[in-house]
T-cell receptor, first 115, second 113 residues
C-alpha cells in the first residue's frame, strides 16, 4: 500500500518569492509520482510527473520537483511565484505494478500568494 | 487539447434518491476512474474501469455504487440510494495506458439534502 504526506496544509508566500511545497511518500513497491494543481472551482490539472530517468522533473508554469529515493520525498519548487499560482497543490503516487493505476493523493497544500 | 468533461457541474438530490453522474473521457483513452473529494478532505479513489469491467474498487465503493460505459463515449457513476455522507465533489479521470498520467474532469459537486 502507498501513502502520501503533505506536511504543510497552508503556505503563504509573497509574490516573486521562492516556494517549496513538501511531499513525502511511503510504499513497499516502486512508484510513479505526480503533482496536481487545483485552481479555485476547477478540476485537477497535472503539473508534473516522475516516471523514471532524471530525478529533477520540470513541469508547467515554471514548477519543478526533485525525486529523492533515499528520503522518499518529492518536493515541489518554484523560484518566483505569481498571484496566478494561488491554488491547492496535491502530491500523488501510483504503484508501478498496479493493474489499475489508482492514484493515492496527499491531503493538499493551499498556496496563497500575497502581493 | 482534448479534455475530460463531466455533467452536471452541480447536482442537488434528496436523500434516498438515485443519482447518475456523467463523464465523457478523452476519446482514445482506455482506462477510466472515479474519485471523490469530501469538502475539506483529500481526494479518494473510488473505482477503476477497463475493458468494460471494474479493475479495482475501494472500500468506499459499496453496493450502492455502480459504473457503466453505456456507449462508446460516456462513463457513468450511479449512486442507488443517496446518503447525506455522499455529498462531495466527484471527479472522473481517464488515461490512455496504465503508465500514462490520468486526466481529470472539472468535477460534479453532489449535494444531498
Amino acid at each position: 500500500a502507498q501513502s502520501v504526506t503533505q506536511l504543510d496544509s497552508q503556505v503563504p508566500v509573497f509574490e516573486e518569492a521562492p516556494v517549496e511545497l513538501r511531499c513525502n511518500y511511503s510504499s513497499s513497491v516502486s512508484v510513479y509520482l505526480f503533482w496536481y494543481v487545483q485552481y479555485p472551482n476547477q478540476g485537477l490539472q497535472l503539473l508534473l510527473k516522475y516516471l523514471s530517468g532524471s530525478t529533477l522533473v520540470k513541469g508547467i508554469n515554471g514548477f519543478e520537483a526533485e525525486f529523492n529515493k533515499s528520503q522518499t520525498s518529492f518536493h515541489l519548487r518554484k523560484p518566483s511565484v505569481h498571484i496566478s499560482d494561488t491554488a491547492e497543490y496535491f502530491c500523488a503516487v501510483t504503484s508501478r505494478y498496479s493493474s489499475a493505476s489508482k492514484i493515492i493523493f496527499g491531503s493538499g497544500t493551499r498556496l496563497s500568494i500575497r502581493p | 487539447e482534448p479534455e475530460v468533461t463531466q455533467t452536471p457541474s452541480h447536482q442537488v438530490t434528496q436523500m434516498g434518491q438515485e443519482v447518475i453522474l456523467r463523464c465523457v473521457p478523452i476519446s482514445n483513452h482506455l482506462y477510466f476512474y472515479w474519485y471523490r473529494q469530501i469538502l475539506g478532505q483529500k481526494v479518494e479513489f473510488l473505482v477503476s474501469f477497463y475493458n468494460n469491467e471494474i479493475s479495482e474498487k475501494s472500500e468506499i465503493f459499496d453496493d450502492q455504487f455502480s459504473v457503466e460505459r453505456p456507449d462508446g463515449s460516456n462513463f457513468t457513476l450511479k449512486i442507488r440510494s443517496t446518503k447525506l455522507e455522499d455529498s462531495a465533489m466527484y471527479f472522473c479521470a481517464s488515461s490512455r495506458d496504465l503508465n500514462q498520467p490520468q486526466h481529470f474532469g472539472d468535477g460534479t459537486r453532489l449535494s444531498i439534502l
